[in-house]
């Protein structure tokens, strides 16, 4: 399989591996920008703020099934496919090894979450 370089795109940071610039659904949410009940750019927004939709990446459910993604071996020693994307919170519970049904983190902070 061909790796193909790409790009992910993660609010307010963009990583910049290669040819694709792209997002999921769930992060373009969260910059303010995207509506996801019309599941596109905000229009007002983009106008509002005077941003370009050329520079915004494409976005793609979070698990697109693409099997053609992939972090080139270059910069992490192999080919790794890119078939998910999380942050913040749902990362940190992978990271802690939350896999199975029942498990639980706390957080021990001042915090505040508002959907």
Not at 42 to 54: E, T
Request: net charge neutral.
């Amino acid at each position: 399989m061909q790796s193909i370089k790409w790009s992910i795109f993660v609010p307010p940071l963009s990583l910049l591996l290669g040819a694709h610039h792209i997002t999921d659904v769930s992060h373009a949410s969260s910059t303010g920008l995207y509506d996801p009940f019309t599941l596109g750019w905000a229009q007002w927004a983009l106008s509002l703020f005077r941003i370009p939709v050329s520079i915004l990446p494409k976005v793609l459910a979070t698990w697109h099934g693409r099997e053609d993604i992939r972090v080139d071996s270059e910069h992490l020693g192999r080919e790794i496919p890119i078939r998910a994307s999380i942050t913040d919170q749902s990362a940190s519970m992978y990271g802690l090894s939350c896999v199975k049904k029942g498990d639980i983190r706390t957080l021990l902070c001042p915090f505040v979450s508002d959907n």
